[in-house]
């Protein structure tokens, strides 16, 4: 048995004390990904952003808002786990400063400085160590050769590429990739069934390998 750790939904970055940026993330992959590693009889903590979709009651669930709580959180959780399932989407930038009252409506435009927040998968798959990571890699274009090229930075050792039309759906439509390039499966239909053929491929060649 092993214990992993998922990474689930959004998060959301204030711009003052009642607006943020997000994304549609509802956290349904993530919640599959943990049913389906509980089946197999795993160890579940998932640290998730605010989302209204119910977790396996098996899994033990850490709940953050912001990017910086999930890496925070989720480091910690990851010393004590076997490996990480990235599945979250988590907000790839945050606001140099947020106020720290609503900011008003004046009639006119307002510019919002933006800045890269810090990559969760890629700043724990440079520490894993003896783990295993999996990423997700939602991208508009050119899906492999990006999916692969994150693979690769994020030092991951499967990514599970995706498209937009995963985002708060049902169901998707993903392939899961090595670091050599290889397409070890192209899965489509429920997120249910992505996520137990992607459980079935961590099971066989990152835990029962090792």
């Known amino acids: 048995m092993a214990r992993i750790l998922i990474t689930s939904g959004p998060t959301r970055q204030f711009l003052d004390p009642v607006r943020y940026l997000t994304n549609a993330s509802s956290g349904r992959m993530g919640r599959a990904l943990a049913e389906s590693a509980i089946a197999l009889g795993h160890e579940v903590v998932i640290v998730s952003g605010p989302v209204e979709v119910d977790y396996p009651p098996q899994a033990r669930v850490v709940p953050v808002v912001s990017t910086e709580e999930m890496l925070t959180t989720a480091a910690k959780e990851f010393e004590n786990c076997d490996g ?40 724990l798959g440079a ?28 030092f991951c050792d499967l990514m ?44 066989k060649r990152l835990i029962e390998s090792r």
């Not at 979250?88 to 140099?96: E, G, K, L």
């Not at 999996?134 to 274009?141: C, N, S």
């Not at 050599?180 to 489509?188: D, F, H, K």
């Not at 429920?190 to 099971?203: C, D, H, N, P, Y």
């Open 160 to 203: 599970v590429s995706n498209g937009p039309q995963a985002i708060s759906a049902p169901d998707n439509e993903v392939e899961v990739l090595t670091p050599t390039g290889e397409v070890v499966a192209s899965i489509a239909g429920s997120k249910e069934i992505i996520a137990a053929e992607i459980l079935r491929i961590i099971q």
């Open 84 to 123: 990480l399932i990235g599945a979250a989407a988590p907000c790839d930038y945050r606001p140099v400063r947020v106020e720290s009252r609503k900011i008003p409506k004046t009639g006119q435009p307002i510019d919002l400085h933006l800045i890269e927040t810090d990559d969760v998968v890629a700043t």
């Open 127 to 154: 520490k894993k160590g003896h783990r295993w990571v999996v990423g997700f890699a939602l991208e508009t274009l050119d899906h492999r050769l990006r999916a692969l090229a994150k693979l690769e930075r994020k």
